[in-house]
């Protein structure tokens, strides 16, 4: 079972509002950063949200005062409330969530890993 499955994509028209879940198979505490990130046809992948715990959200200069990440621990979800799209915010988004590897016992640390979700298609038509 994929640990993250995101949900709620899909077509707007400009000036919209979408609502983007990932849910966790496992266990959400385990996780943190989670963040939500987009990918545009013929662009690089960037950053749109961050969040650790319930608490220190930071946003991508593009979307702050429109877009609001929301961690929900006791539904295992993590959400990305998008308002007043624009169609540059066409683009597939992605969820990640970081959390603690196996032990590297050269450096008596431990990794860290990020688990990602497969995905969901934002499309906002002008």
């Known amino acids: 079972q994929a640990p993250l499955v995101e949900s709620g994509g899909g077509s707007v028209q400009a000036g919209g509002s979408l609502k983007l879940s990932c849910t966790v198979s496992?266990?959400?505490?385990?996780?943190?950063?989670m963040q939500w990130h987009r990918q545009a046809p013929g662009q690089r992948r960037e950053l749109v949200a961050s969040?650790?715990?319930?608490?220190?959200?930071t946003y991508a200069d593009a979307v702050k005062g429109r877009f609001t990440i929301i961690r929900d621990n006791a539904q295992k979800t993590l959400f990305l409330e998008m308002n007043s799209l624009p169609p540059e915010d066409t683009a597939f988004y992605y969820c990640?969530?970081?959390?603690?590897?196996?032990?590297?016992?050269?450096?008596?640390?431990?990794?860290?890993?990020?688990?990602w979700g497969q995905g969901t298609q934002v499309t906002v038509s002008s």
């Open positions: 990640s969530a970081e959390r603690q590897g196996g032990y590297w016992a050269p450096f008596d640390r431990y990794l860290r890993e990020t688990d």
């Open positions: 496992g266990n959400i505490l385990i996780y943190s950063p």
């Open positions: 969040i650790k715990w319930n608490e220190n959200a």
